[in-house]
């Protein structure tokens, strides 16, 4: 008898990109939809597309190039958010137009100020225009676990019958437990009588930690539909995790007897990609792709593992992509094995890519000793965020110490390939190259955080920084990440990063004012 099959539904574009510090440009978030694509997702949420033009574009192209999965956007429960929304969706190979109204009394009360008659008949009316417009429609009862359950029952079968294939119960501000998620789910399942004529899911938050937990819990009770994001990232402390909700459902088959699309090997690939695009990093600690998800430090645990892997190992690290960190490639290493490793780390370069990535390796691998996967995942990701470059970093020199003023001289390189050189003093050399290059650039800003992480092991691994600033008193911040094996190089690596993001969006911003949008 064959397994229950269950939707991925990945909103790491949207409910992930909507948490500060994670934003995306419409280039990061093709980058990123193709990556899911990969890993094999049955629908992805690209976006909202009436919240800004920035928005409507990123899911508009997204929906373009997406061949293998749906395609979502969200929309309020009304015919002007749908109407636009499916103007953005239009072209996708299995769109889905994803609409929403809260339910539960606090939200009836004190948002909307609305009665549940007249919530009933709004969310109705979205979902029949909706229908009207596309063939997969998918309804929310916004803070479904705050509602009273009776009246949820109601509202899924009225929007049913209206002409949802998928009715979403989020657990919107992370409240509930998965007891009581399980118990809301079966009621669900047993009491609505067309309820066999759409799908189930569940969309959980993580503000009591719960999030996967609940997930797994309403899949126990009968949802075939789970709503997730990459590293669970998401509105303040996150969304149930994707890799966490999948290798639970794949270790715990004997529980579950559940099915999905997902090539879990791409997996950590995934989560790589999604920090190489923010900036933002996971915590060492974290389940299945944090640094230390298959290390093993206490003596007992390192003989088990040696003895056999299954004693202290419920997936393997080949199980989710995780590559070695065991030395593979030094400076005499050709380019056959730089490319072979390249394609065991996920990433897939055309030939010109490749051959500025393999002269970069040997400048690399001149300076360090030990060439680590890691080395490589940031030398390669660095290398695919640089398509748009306002100013390239050449020659960097400083000098500072105890008995002296620090000062620092950035060659950079603008888009003409004109070269512009400048120098400054700071507080010490990573300050003074920063007003180097705002001297240079002529744009100042604000750095608002300032992060360095030794890549691996030893005193000449690379530093890898990560940096936010606000440029030009924009009123938002960007992100930046650089490494070398020098952190003042990392750093103007990181702000000039930073900064071609921070002008790029800028280029956009004025792009979409001159066509009136």
């Known amino acids: 008898m064959s397994r229950k099959r269950v939707i991925i539904f990945d909103t790491t574009l949207r409910d992930g990109e909507q948490a500060p510090g994670f934003s995306m440009n419409t280039e990061e ?10 890993l094999g997702v049955d629908v992805m949420e690209a976006g909202f597309p009436i919240s800004s033009p920035g928005d409507f574009e990123a899911v508009q192209k997204v929906a373009s190039v997406i061949k293998n999965a749906g395609v979502a956007g969200l929309c309020r429960a009304n015919q002007k958010d ?4 499916w103007d ?3 072209g996708a190979v299995r769109p889905r137009i994803h609409t929403f109204l809260a339910t539960s009394d606090i939200h009836l009360q004190y948002k909307l100020k609305k009665t549940r008659e007249e919530v009933m008949e709004i969310a109705t009316g979205a979902v029949k225009f909706a229908r009207n417009l596309c063939g997969d429609v998918e309804f929310s009862c916004e803070d479904a676990t705050r509602s009273d359950l009776d009246f949820l029952c109601q509202m899924v079968e009225a929007v049913i019958a209206a002409g949802a294939s998928t009715v979403n119960l989020p657990d919107t501000v992370g409240y509930t437990v998965p007891f009581e998620y399980e118990r809301i789910i ?3 399942m047993n009491k609505v009588p067309n309820i066999d004529k759409a799908r189930i899911s569940v969309h959980c938050h993580n503000d009591l930690g719960l999030a996967s937990a609940n997930s797994l819990a309403a899949i126990r009770a009968g949802a075939t539909q789970v709503e997730c994001t990459i590293n669970g990232i998401g509105e303040r402390a996150g969304n149930a995790a994707f890799e966490e909700v999948i290798m639970a459902l794949n270790v715990r088959k004997d529980l579950f007897d559940v099915e999905t699309n997902v090539n879990t090997r791409e997996i950590y690939r995934a989560s790589k990609l999604l920090t190489s695009i923010t900036g933002v990093g996971v915590q060492p600690n974290k389940a299945v792709v944090g640094k230390n998800a298959f290390a093993h430090e206490a003596g007992i645990h390192q003989d088990g593992v040696l003895k056999n892997r299954i004693t202290y190992e419920i997936m393997t690290p080949e199980s989710v992509g995780y590559p070695s960190n065991a030395l593979v490639l030094g400076k005499h290493s050709g380019r056959h094995a730089f490319i072979k490793r390249l394609e065991a780390l996920g990433f897939t370069l055309d030939a010109e890519q490749t051959e500025t990535a393999f002269n970069k390796f040997k400048v690399l691998a001149d300076k360090k000793k030990e060439v680590f996967d890691e080395d490589l995942e940031m030398l390669v990701e660095q290398q695919l965020n640089e398509s748009v ?4 970093v050449g020659t960097v020199t400083f000098a500072s110490g105890n008995a002296g003023i620090p000062t620092a001289t950035v060659e950079l390189k603008n888009e003409q390939g004109e070269v512009m050189v400048d120098a400054s003093i700071g507080d010490g ?9 705002e001297r240079t650039t002529g744009i100042v800003g604000r750095l608002k955080s300032y992060k360095i992480n030794a890549l691996t092991a030893g005193k000449d691994a690379q530093g890898e920084v990560v940096l936010t600033v606000e440029f030009e008193k924009c009123g938002y911040d960007v992100t930046g990440r650089g490494s070398n094996t ?4 990392a750093s103007a690596e990181a702000y000039v990063y930073a900064m ?5 969006r800028k280029d956009h911003k004025k792009e979409m004012e001159d066509k009136g949008i």
């Open 82 to 85: 749908i109407a636009v929304g």
């Open 88 to 90: 953005a969706l239009k």
């Open 389 to 392: 470059k306002h100013f390239s």
């Open 429 to 437: 050399p990573v300050d003074a190259c920063l007003k180097a290059i």
């Open 486 to 489: 020098d952190v003042v190089v």
């Open 500 to 504: 071609n993001r921070y002008l790029s």
């Open 186 to 188: 079966s009621t669900i």
């Open 29 to 38: 978030k093709i980058k990123m939809a193709l990556q899911l694509e990969k």
